[in-house]
């Protein structure tokens, strides 16, 4: 699936299965691809969510919105680290994303119980 980012001058195709995560940063939103790669592109992260998930039906969407700073590409993440307060992303230059316990819980669930779903 690809994103569509449509600009005054412009048209961007972002292929989603290459981002391992979206971050919050005021009226931008600043995507982190598999290879390492930052793009920052103009819009909440409320916004480009809502695109993403009307691409997918409710149970395919590989992103989740973690807290108001973060969404996450659950197809990439390699390790929650409740106690140390950490989730690890598989990228070229990934940087442990710290996040608080609960929501680190939360996720684990949610992908527990995705995972009973389809297996």
């Known amino acids: 699936m690809k ?11 972002i292929d989603l299965k290459d981002v391992c995560y979206m971050k919050a940063c005021g009226n931008y939103t600043d995507f982190y691809f598999v290879d390492g790669k930052t793009k920052s592109e103009t819009g909440c992260l409320s916004l480009f969510t809502k695109q993403i998930e009307e691409l997918y039906s409710d ?8 807290g ?3 969404a996450v590409n659950i197809e990439h993440i390699i390790l929650i680290n409740i106690p140390q307060r950490t989730l690890q992303i598989r990228a070229a230059t990934a940087n442990n994303i710290i996040l608080p316990k609960k929501l ?3 996720l684990r669930d949610f992908i527990l119980k995705k995972n009973r779903r389809t297996t």
């Open 104 to 106: 680190l819980k939360e």
């Open 3 to 13: 994103l569509c980012i449509n600009s005054r001058d412009e048209l961007k195709l």
């Open 59 to 66: 149970d395919d969407c590989p992103f989740v919105r973690v």
């Open 68 to 70: 108001r700073s973060h």
